[in-house]
């Protein structure tokens, strides 16, 4: 059985946070939460919340095991972009992109072989 969890509108930009989830992709569950915890990062605190948020949601829907879930999906999307415009120099303007991403955390049995 899979357990998800999804954390939208986060507000980091996608690449800052691919890092980590790459990083913790086919890892175990208790061992992503620990790597995450020593990363002086702010992406690497939002995806361990969802991690820990899809760890709650196997224990709330009694997952027989959870010591053996693995993490076999973290995937960072492109939410929307807050674009605003910055006034400059003789009447021109520079534009502001406010990046946010979708946080989107699987977690499962491993796999057998």
């Given at each position: 059985m899979e357990y998800?969890?999804?954390h939208r509108y986060a507000d980091q930009g996608p690449r800052k946070i691919r890092v980590f989830a790459d990083?913790?992709?086919g890892r175990n569950?208790?061992?992503?939460?620990?790597?995450?915890?020593f990363y002086h990062n702010r992406g690497a605190r939002l995806l361990e919340k969802?991690?820990?948020?899809?760890l709650g949601n196997a224990d709330?829907?009694?997952?027989?095991?959870?010591d053996a879930l693995v993490v076999t999906e973290a995937r960072v999307d492109e939410a929307p972009?807050?674009?605003?415009i910055q006034p400059r120099a003789r009447g021109t303007?520079?534009?502001i992109k406010r990046r946010m991403s979708h946080i989107h955390v699987t977690l499962g049995e491993p796999a057998e072989g």
């Open positions: 998800k969890a999804v990083l913790i992709r569950a208790d061992e992503a939460i620990e790597m995450l915890k969802v991690v820990k948020s899809a709330d829907r009694e997952c027989p095991d959870l972009m807050f674009k605003r303007a520079f534009p």
